[in-house]
């Protein structure tokens, strides 16, 4: 009986080799599996990395185009080629000149132009008011955002009909915004009025009454 167990101990030795050479194979593959993914992972980074500078050429290409088409800078008085003026408002002091249309045109907006109210007269009559309002704050239309620096006898011009009408300030004032306006001029003496918001106030408006002192 006990012959008979000897001969297993060489068979379990060789098991336990066998198995540890198992092993080694099985970690040398393992081993040379990663180095091979490795090798591919890094095969597509390149291969999007390439892909990803090709494609930002192709979009620097397709942006070329549009530097051509490129809008107006902002400073460039918008559509103003579309306007048929009638005459034109000049203020030396803020380096101001802008067109005005006729009262009865649908250019007549303060969004669009300076605003000519329906009940004014032209300067071409006696005693008569040109009232003009427009917008003050910031932006493109903004035509009297600088109307705040004005004072006292400082001037205003008005091209008509092939003349020029010089007006002096006599009067400036305040209201509030209630839908309503009061102009206090003296009706024997030809004027202009300019209205706009009243600088860093939300619910007042300032009146302007100039009174014409000289035509060429």
């Known amino acids: 009986m006990q012959k008979n167990k000897k001969p297993s101990i ?21 081993a040379k599996r990663l180095v091979a993914y490795e090798y591919m992972d890094n095969i597509f980074y390149e291969y999007d990395k390439n892909k990803k500078i ?25 559509r103003e080629y579309k306007y048929q003026y009638v005459g034109y408002l000049e203020i030396p002091k803020i380096n101001l000149r802008k067109g005005i249309v006729d ?3 649908k250019d007549n907006d303060v969004e669009k132009n300076l605003f000519v109210a329906s009940n004014s007269t032209y300067p071409d009559i006696e005693n008569g008011n040109l009232i003009i309002a427009g917008h003050s704050g910031t932006g493109y239309k903004a035509f009297f955002k600088n109307l705040y620096k004005l004072g006292i006898s400082d001037i205003a ?5 092939g003349r020029v009408y010089t007006y002096q300030i006599t009067k400036i004032y305040e209201q509030k915004k209630t839908g309503r306006l009061a102009i206090y001029r003296d009706e024997q003496k030809t004027t202009l009025t300019l209205i706009t ?16 002192v000289n035509v060429e």
């Open 10 to 30: 060489p068979w379990i030795a060789s098991f336990i080799i066998l198995l540890g050479i198992l092993m080694l194979s099985y970690n040398y593959v393992q």
């Open 54 to 78: 090709d494609d930002d050429k192709t979009n620097d290409v397709k942006e070329e185009p549009k530097k051509e088409t490129e809008q107006p800078s902002s400073n460039v008085p918008k």
């Open 103 to 105: 009262k009865a045109s």
């Open 157 to 161: 011009r008005v091209e008509y009909n």
């Open 197 to 212: 918001c009243t600088k860093d106030s939300d619910d007042k408006q300032t009146i302007y009454i100039l009174e014409l």
